[in-house]
C-alpha cells in the first residue's frame, strides 16, 4: 500500500485520478545536489556548484570552468533518483546537462485478497540542457530544456519542459537575488490522460557573510516558493557554515509541508573534490531521505 502511494504522488495520471487543480510527475520536484536539499531545498544562488544550476539556469551564465557531480537520493521504501551533470564552455557558450532516472521497484499487483499476482516498477526519466548569459557584471539571464519520460503499468508517455531564471546580484556586496520559472510544458497522454507538469515559481535572495578572523564563512537564504496549480505556497530558509573552504554544516526550514520541515547536512572538499551529504525526516512513518553528492572541478 505504502509503494502504492508513492507511485500516486510521482504521478497522477491513472484514468480519471488526477484533478484539474492538481499535478503529477512529482520526481521533477526533487531536490538537485546534497548541499541544496539540506540547506532547505532552495537552491543556493552561487555559480560554484553545479547542482545550483538545475534550480536557476541564469546561474549556468557564471561557470568559467568545468565541474562534474554525481547524486543518489534515496527516500523512503523503495525510491530511488540518481542523477549525472556536467557543465563546462563549449566554444564559448556555457552550458550544463542534467540527467536523472527515478524509480519506484516491486510494486506489488493483487486482484483480490491474498498473494501478489505480479509485479512491476514505475520509472521516470529526465535530460535538461540549459545555457545561461551575462547581460553586464550584475544580471543574468538562463534557460533550459528538458525532456521528460515516464513509464508503468506497461504504458509510458514522454514531453518537453522549459525552464527560465534570473540572478541580479549589483544591490549589496555579497547578495545575491533569484528568480526562476520552471517545468512549463505537457506531456503525452498516460491512461487515457495527460499528465500536467509541476511548474515551479522561486524567488529569493542569498547573502553571505565572512569572517576571515575565524576562518569561518556564513551563507544564508531565503525564498518564496509555489506550485502554480497547488494551492500551497512555501518558505524556505537555510544556514550554511564553513570553516576555512574545507568543511560545511547546513542546516534548513520549510513551511507548509505536512510530513518534512528541517532539514541538514554537511559536506567536505579538498582541492576541486567535494563529498555532501543531507537528510530531511519524514513524518507519519514514511521514513527519512538521504541523500549523498560527489562533484569535481577541474
Known amino acids: 500500500m505504502k509503494k502504492i502511494l508513492i507511485v500516486i504522488l510521482l504521478t497522477a495520471t491513472i484514468t480519471s485520478a488526477q484533478s484539474a487543480g492538481s499535478t503529477g510527475l512529482s520526481f521533477l520536484k526533487l531536490g538537485s545536489g546534497a548541499r541544496n536539499i539540506g540547506m532547505a531545498d532552495f537552491g543556493s544562488l552561487n555559480g560554484n556548484d553545479i547542482s545550483n544550476y538545475f534550480y536557476n539556469p541564469a546561474l549556468i551564465a557564471l561557470n568559467n570552468t568545468t565541474r562534474f557531480s554525481i547524486t543518489h537520493n534515496q527516500q523512503f521504501f523503495d525510491l530511488g533518483s540518481n542523477s549525472i551533470s556536467v557543465a563546462s564552455k563549449v566554444w564559448g557558450l556555457p552550458l550544463a546537462l542534467n540527467v ?6 516491486n510494486i506489488e499487483v493483487r486482484s483480490q485478497a491474498g498473494p501478489a499476482t505480479a509485479t512491476f516498477n514505475a520509472n521516470f526519466f529526465a535530460a535538461t540542457l540549459g545555457s545561461g548569459f551575462q547581460f553586464n557584471d550584475n544580471l543574468s539571464f538562463g534557460v533550459a530544456v528538458k525532456f521528460i519520460y515516464e ?25 545575491s537575488l533569484g528568480a526562476s520559472m520552471k517545468n512549463i510544458g505537457s506531456m503525452s497522454v498516460l491512461a487515457k490522460e495527460s499528465t500536467k507538469l509541476p511548474t515551479d515559481f522561486r524567488l529569493g535572495g542569498e547573502y553571505s ?30 544556514l550554511e557554515v564553513i570553516y576555512d573552504d574545507f568543511f560545511a554544516v547546513r542546516g534548513g526550514y520549510i513551511t507548509g509541508y505536512e510530513s518534512k520541515s528541517l532539514t541538514g547536512g554537511f559536506g567536505v572538499q579538498w582541492k576541486g573534490f567535494k563529498i555532501d551529504y543531507a537528510y530531511v525526516p519524514f513524518e507519519y512513518g514514511l521514513g527519512d531521505n538521504s541523500s549523498f553528492t560527489v562533484s569535481y572541478t577541474f
Not at 100 to 105: A, E, G, H, L
Not at 151 to 165: I, K, P, T
Not at 215 to 238: C, D, T, V
Open 209 to 238: 557573510f565572512p569572517l576571515e578572523s575565524t576562518k569561518l564563512n556564513l551563507i544564508g537564504l531565503a525564498g518564496f516558493q509555489k506550485y502554480l496549480e497547488e494551492n500551497e505556497s512555501h518558505i524556505h530558509a537555510g
Open 100 to 105: 536523472n532516472t527515478t524509480s519506484v521497484d
Open 151 to 175: 513509464e508503468m503499468f506497461n504504458q509510458d508517455a514522454s514531453g518537453l519542459g522549459l525552464d527560465f531564471g534570473v540572478v541580479y546580484s549589483g544591490l549589496v556586496e555579497n547578495l
